[in-house]
């Protein structure tokens, strides 16, 4: 167990919808990533937050969003859901330091968009 | 653009058997290397690190060894297991933020 907590563990939607997956960090870490994980295309970040504010930016689309709230958990909207979006979406933490340092993985979310 | 990739999709082995899971990276930049373990329906798990400054990394039966002349990284398990079974990622990590992932190599342990 990581310490990293996701939640839900499944969902299933349909297109067009929009959906919410929550994360809650290790305690003590202040950085937060998402990550999508499908079968062509690995593990993909999408965005970090540090402390309640965006730090970096990966390939995540115009479509989904996320934020981190004053209790440092975060949350990943996506939006308008196509089919492609269905995949396995991972949240990680850390520290939050200036150096490079491990990452914590969640046991992550399961999306299914039919 | 620069990632890091792994050199073989599938690595089967006997249990008992060391194994050697090999990784190329690109960015000579990178100062930090990761290995996960990712077991099906799981989140990838940290098993060990190494920066840099370091060629070789001991943890307790894996071992990590870099190569910054060739931009190789490989991961070492010793007396292979069968819950040993899963996909492993080299990840490359610069002044702490994204992870990039390489596409990850499956190992099986047949008992």
Same mark, same amino acid.
């Given at each position: 167990?990581?310490?990293?907590?996701?939640?839900?563990?499944?969902?299933?939607?349909? $297109?067009? !919808?929009?959906?919410?997956?929550? &994360?809650?960090?290790?305690?003590?870490?202040?950085?937060?990533?998402?990550? +999508?994980?499908?079968?062509?295309?690995?593990? +993909?970040?999408?965005?970090?937050? %540090? #402390?309640? =504010?965006? @730090?970096?930016?990966? #390939?995540?689309?115009?479509?989904?969003?996320?934020?981190?709230?004053?209790?440092?958990?975060?949350?990943?909207?996506?939006?308008?859901?196509?089919?492609?979006?269905?995949?396995? %979406?991972? &949240?990680?933490?850390?520290?939050?330091?200036?150096?490079?340092?491990?990452?914590?993985?969640?046991?992550? $979310? @399961?999306?299914?968009?039919? | 653009?620069?990632?890091?990739?792994?050199?073989?999709? $599938?690595?089967?082995?006997?249990?008992?058997?060391?194994?050697?899971? #090999?990784?190329?990276?690109? *960015?000579?930049?990178?100062?930090?290397?990761?290995?996960?373990?990712?077991?099906?329906?799981?989140?990838?798990?940290?098993?060990?690190?190494?920066?840099? *400054?370091?060629?070789? @990394?001991?943890?307790?039966?894996? $071992?990590?060894?870099?190569?910054?002349?060739?931009?190789?990284?490989?991961?070492?398990?010793?007396?292979?297991?069968?819950?040993?079974?899963?996909?492993?990622? &080299?990840? =490359? #990590? !610069?002044?702490?933020?994204?992870?990039?992932?390489?596409?990850?190599?499956?190992?099986?342990?047949?008992?």
């Amino acid at each position: 167990d990581s310490g990293v907590t996701q939640t839900p563990k499944h969902l299933i939607t349909a $297109t067009g !919808q929009r959906v919410t997956l929550r &994360c809650s960090p290790r305690s003590g870490d202040l950085s937060v990533y998402w990550y +999508q994980q499908s079968l062509d295309q690995g593990l +993909q970040f999408l965005i970090q937050y %540090y #402390n309640g =504010e965006e @730090r970096a930016k990966g #390939n995540i689309l115009e479509r989904f969003s996320a934020q981190q709230f004053p209790d440092l958990h975060s949350e990943l909207n996506l939006s308008s859901l196509e089919l492609g979006d269905s995949a396995l %979406y991972f &949240c990680a933490s850390s520290v939050g330091g200036a150096d490079p340092e491990t990452q914590y993985f969640g046991p992550g $979310t @399961r999306l299914l968009v039919l | 653009g620069e990632s890091v990739g792994l050199h073989l999709p $599938t690595l089967s082995v006997q249990e008992g058997d060391n194994s050697i899971i #090999n990784c190329a990276y690109s *960015n000579s930049a990178s100062d930090y290397f990761i290995w996960y373990k990712q077991e099906s329906g799981k989140g990838p798990q940290f098993i060990i690190d190494i920066r840099s *400054n370091m060629d070789k @990394r001991q943890g307790q039966r894996v $071992t990590v060894l870099l190569n910054k002349t060739v931009k190789h990284l490989s991961l070492q398990i010793a007396a292979t297991q069968p819950g040993d079974s899963a996909v492993y990622f &080299c990840a =490359e #990590n !610069q002044a702490g933020t994204a992870l990039i992932f390489g596409k990850g190599t499956t190992l099986s342990v047949s008992s």
